[in-house]
């Protein structure tokens, strides 16, 4: 079965500061991973995926993620918070188990403190 | 830049009332979702649609629900008899394929209130 776990449903960062969201996977084949935010009253938009290729992958608005198979992680992180990275974060996974599916975490909502 | 877009923003129903939620899909994509987030967890699969037909489900999606592609550019999520557990945000998404190498695009969701 595929799940995704994110630990910690609030994280508050100063601005500046960094930002590190957690995220693991339980697959039983190779995942490819997904990040999606969500601005308040906006939909899910992709911010970076994972798919077998390069492990540290680069997003949009200064994101990245590692996969870390032994760690069975893909912990999303960002060296410099701004205000408007004040977000819904989710993680998701798509494995060709799960058909079309994506399995999503249940988000962080990430605070930034000015 | 094309968007999945969602209407209405928010629905509030009476319990046991049909209710229709809308999504427009990216024009070029071939595969359509329907996902929901009740308040305070994840955000669950419903069903995933391609070549007018169902392709997958999730145990939630039982006979209360159904999908339809009407016209070329509109895709419906019913909910026949309405029950306070459906009250969550449905989020509508379309992929440009089937496999998991793409993202999905997700539409900004309605807020269904079942009362």
């Known amino acids: 079965a595929q799940s995704v776990t994110q630990l910690g449903s609030h994280v508050s960062v100063s601005e500046g500061a960094l930002v590190l969201l957690r995220c693991n996977y339980s697959?039983?084949?190779?995942?490819?991973l997904f990040w999606y935010v969500q601005y308040p009253n906006q939909g899910l938009q992709l911010l970076l995926k994972?798919?077998?290729?390069?492990?540290l992958v680069k997003g949009i608005n200064g994101f990245e993620a590692e996969f870390k198979k032994s760690e069975t992680s893909f912990h999303l992180t960002k060296p410099s918070a701004h205000m408007s990275d004040a977000a819904e974060y989710f993680c998701?996974?798509?494995?060709?188990?799960?058909?079309?599916?994506?399995?999503f975490g249940t988000g962080t909502s990430l605070t930034v403190i000015p | 830049e094309p968007e999945v877009t969602q209407t209405p923003s928010h629905q509030v129903t009476q319990m046991g009332q049909e209710v229709i939620l809308r999504c427009v899909p990216i024009?070029?994509?071939?595969?359509f979702y329907w996902y929901r987030q009740i308040l305070g967890q994840k955000v669950e699969f419903l069903v995933s649609?391609?070549?007018?037909?169902?392709?997958?489900k999730s145990e939630i999606f039982d006979d209360q629900f159904s999908v339809e592609r009407p016209d070329g550019s509109n895709f419906t999520l019913k909910i026949r008899s309405t029950k306070l557990e459906d009250s969550a945000m449905y989020f509508c998404?379309?992929?440009?394929?089937?496999?998991?190498?793409?993202?999905?695009?997700f539409g900004q969701g309605t807020r269904l209130t079942v009362v």
């Open positions: 649609f391609y070549n007018n037909e169902i392709s997958e």
């Open positions: 998404a379309s992929s440009r394929g089937r496999d998991r190498y793409f993202e999905a695009f």
């Open positions: 024009s070029n994509h071939l595969y």
């Open positions: 998701a996974v798509r494995t060709t188990n799960t058909g079309n599916q994506f399995y």
């Open positions: 994972y798919t077998s290729a390069a492990t």
């Open positions: 697959s039983s084949v190779p995942p490819y």
